[in-house]
C-alpha cells in the first residue's frame, strides 16, 4: 500500500517539474519573439532616422553609404507635388525719405495704368514714400474698384521695392495727421519734366510731409527725360502692374476658348456712349439719339468742350469710326470675312442698327459675355476697370490689334504689344479713312480703287519698330511715350 503511494507521489511530481520545464521552455521563446520584436522596431527606426539625415545633411553625412531605396523609385512611388519656385525679391533700396506721395488717379483704366507708372517714376527721384494709388471712383464709370480689386497689390509693392518705398497706407501718426487735413494737396501741371518735380514738388514734400496730388494723367512729359526714368516708367508697366489672379485666369480662358478656333483679330470699337458724348461725334445717329449725346456732354461739368461741329471734328480725323465704317475698312484691308473677331469694348450706342452691316461683313462676332458663362463674369458686373481688363489681356494676345479711335486704351495696348515684339496692331488714318469713305459712297472711287488705297496707306502702319515723334512746345500732339516706349525696345534685328 504504501509502495503504491509512493509510486503516486514521484509520477505527480515529476509531472509537475515537466509543466514547470515547459512553462519556462514557453518563456524563454517569448522572450526571444518579444527580443527580436524590439529589435526590429529598433532598427527600422535608426533606418528612418537615417534616411531622414540623408536627405537633411546629404553628402556630407551619408555619402557612399548603401541604400535600399534610390530618390527614383521614392519619386515614382509618392508622385509629390512639385515645390512652388522661391520668390527671389530684390533687395531693397536704402535712401532718406523725404516724405510721403499720395496720388489719386483719374479716368479709365489704361489712363490710371499709364498714370500710376508716372509716379513711381516721380516717386523713385524725389526719394519719396509712395503711397498705394487710390483709383477713380468719381468718372462716368463710377466704378468703385480699389487698386487691389485689379492688380496684384503685393507684387506691385515687392517688385519694385529695389527703386521705391510703396506702402498700402500712411503710418498711423501721418494717417491722423491728414484726417484732420494737416497735409498739401494739388494738380501737377501737365506734361512736366522732372525738373518740375525736384523744383517744385519736392520743397512741398519736405515742408509738409506728406504731399497729395490729386490728378495724374499726362503729368510727365513723353521725352526729354533721363534714361532711366523712361526704363522705370516700363518696368512699372510691363512687370509691376500685374492683374490679379482672378483676372488672368479669366484673360486666358477666353485666349484658349479664341485659339481653339484659330486666329482671332481684336476689335477696339470706341463706340461707346460716353465716347460720342464727350468727342460730340454723332455721324451715323439719328436726331434724338444726337440730342441725348449733347445733353449728356453738358451733364458732366469736367467735360470742357460743349459746343462741337461733329462733321468738321469728323474730316479733321478726330471721331471714332463708326461700325458702318469700321465694316468697309476691314474689307479694304482684306481681312477674311471669316475670321473671328472679338469686340473689345463696353456697349455700343445703338448697338443693334449700328453693329447690323459690321456683323453682315464678319459673322464671327464675339465678345467676353458670348464666349463665357453669365458665372464667368458675375463678380465683375458694374466693375468697368475690371472688364477693360480682361479686354486688354485678350487683346494683348490677339493675332492682329485694330483700334478705330487712339484713346488710353488703343495706346497702350500698341506699346505693350511692341514690347512684346512689334506684334501686329494697325493704326487706322482716320482722317484718310473718312474721306476714302465718303468718296467710295457717292461713286467717286470704285471698290478696287478704295481698297488699293486703303492697302497702301496703311502698310507700314502696323507697329514695327520706330521712333517717337517729337514736336517740342507741342506736348499733346507728339507720340504718346505708352504708345511707342522705343528705349525699352528689343528691335527685331537686335540678338536677345
Known amino acids: 500500500m504504501c509502495r503504491v503511494k509512493e509510486l503516486e507521489w514521484e509520477m505527480g511530481a515529476k509531472s509537475r517539474v515537466e509543466k514547470l520545464k515547459n512553462a519556462m521552455v514557453c518563456r524563454s521563446r517569448m522572450k526571444v519573439w518579444m527580443m527580436r520584436g524590439m529589435t526590429s522596431v529598433l532598427v527600422w527606426t535608426c533606418v528612418v532616422q537615417l534616411m531622414a539625415l540623408e536627405e537633411t545633411w546629404g553628402p556630407r553625412l551619408l555619402k557612399g553609404w548603401p541604400s535600399c531605396f534610390s530618390h527614383s523609385d521614392l ?37 490710371m495704368r499709364a498714370a500710376i507708372c508716372d509716379m513711381v517714376a516721380i516717386a523713385r527721384f524725389l526719394n519719396v514714400t509712395l503711397i498705394v494709388p487710390e483709383l477713380d471712383k468719381a468718372s462716368f464709370w463710377a466704378d468703385p474698384s480699389e487698386f ?12 519694385l521695392r529695389d527703386e521705391v518705398r510703396i506702402l ?38 519736405q515742408k509738409h510731409k506728406v504731399v497729395h496730388l490729386n490728378k495724374t494723367d499726362a503729368r510727365l512729359a513723353n521725352n526729354g527725360l533721363p534714361l532711366e526714368i523712361q526704363k522705370l516708367r516700363c518696368r512699372v508697366n510691363f512687370n509691376a502692374l500685374r492683374f490679379t489672379s482672378q483676372i488672368e485666369e479669366l484673360g486666358r480662358r477666353v485666349v484658349r476658348i479664341l485659339r481653339e478656333k484659330g486666329p482671332f483679330l481684336v476689335l477696339h470699337l470706341r463706340y461707346e456712349m460716353d465716347m460720342l458724348a464727350f468727342s460730340g461725334c454723332t455721324h451715323g445717329c439719328n436726331d434724338k439719339e444726337a440730342e441725348e449725346l449733347t445733353r449728356m456732354r453738358y451733364a458732366y461739368p469736367w467735360w470742357k468742350e460743349k459746343i462741337i461741329d461733329s462733321k468738321v471734328k469728323r474730316r479733321e480725323g ?101 514690347f512684346l515684339g512689334f506684334k501686329k496692331t494697325i493704326q487706322l488714318d482716320r482722317r484718310l479713312l473718312v474721306n476714302l469713305v465718303d468718296e467710295y459712297k457717292n461713286g467717286s472711287l470704285s471698290w478696287d480703287e478704295f481698297s488699293s488705297t486703303v492697302k497702301e496707306a496703311h502698310a507700314y502702319r502696323v507697329g514695327s519698330p520706330s521712333r517717337r515723334v517729337v514736336i517740342p512746345d507741342r506736348p499733346k500732339e507728339e507720340d504718346y511715350f505708352y504708345s511707342n516706349p522705343h528705349e525699352c525696345l528689343q528691335l527685331l534685328d537686335e540678338p536677345l
Open 75 to 111: 519619386s515614382s512611388s509618392l508622385q509629390l507635388p512639385p515645390a512652388p519656385p522661391k520668390l527671389v525679391l530684390p533687395p531693397k533700396r536704402v535712401y532718406k525719405n523725404n516724405g510721403y506721395l499720395m496720388i489719386s488717379c483719374n479716368g479709365g483704366l489704361n489712363q
Open 168 to 205: 498700402k497706407e500712411l503710418p498711423p501718426r501721418l494717417k491722423t495727421r491728414v484726417g484732420l487735413g494737416m497735409f498739401y494737396s494739388l494738380p501737377p501741371v501737365s506734361w512736366s519734366n522732372i525738373s518740375y518735380y525736384l523744383h517744385q514738388i519736392l520743397p512741398l514734400v
Open 148 to 159: 487691389q480689386d485689379i492688380f496684384d497689390i503685393d507684387h506691385f509693392i515687392a517688385s
Open 318 to 418: 478726330l471721331c471714332p469710326l463708326t461700325p458702318e465704317e469700321t465694316a468697309l475698312i476691314l474689307s479694304a484691308l482684306g481681312i477674311d470675312r471669316n475670321v473671328q473677331i472679338y469686340i473689345a469694348a463696353g456697349q455700343i450706342y445703338g448697338e443693334e442698327r449700328r453693329m447690323a452691316t459690321l456683323a453682315a461683313a464678319f459673322p464671327n462676332l464675339v465678345r467676353k459675355e458670348t464666349l463665357l458663362e453669365p458665372s464667368d463674369l458675375r463678380f465683375f458686373q458694374n466693375h468697368t476697370s475690371q472688364m477693360a481688363a480682361l479686354d486688354y489681356l485678350v487683346s494683348l494676345e490677339s493675332d492682329i490689334f485694330v483700334p478705330t479711335y487712339d484713346g488710353n486704351m488703343a495706346k497702350v495696348v500698341e506699346g505693350h504689344r511692341r
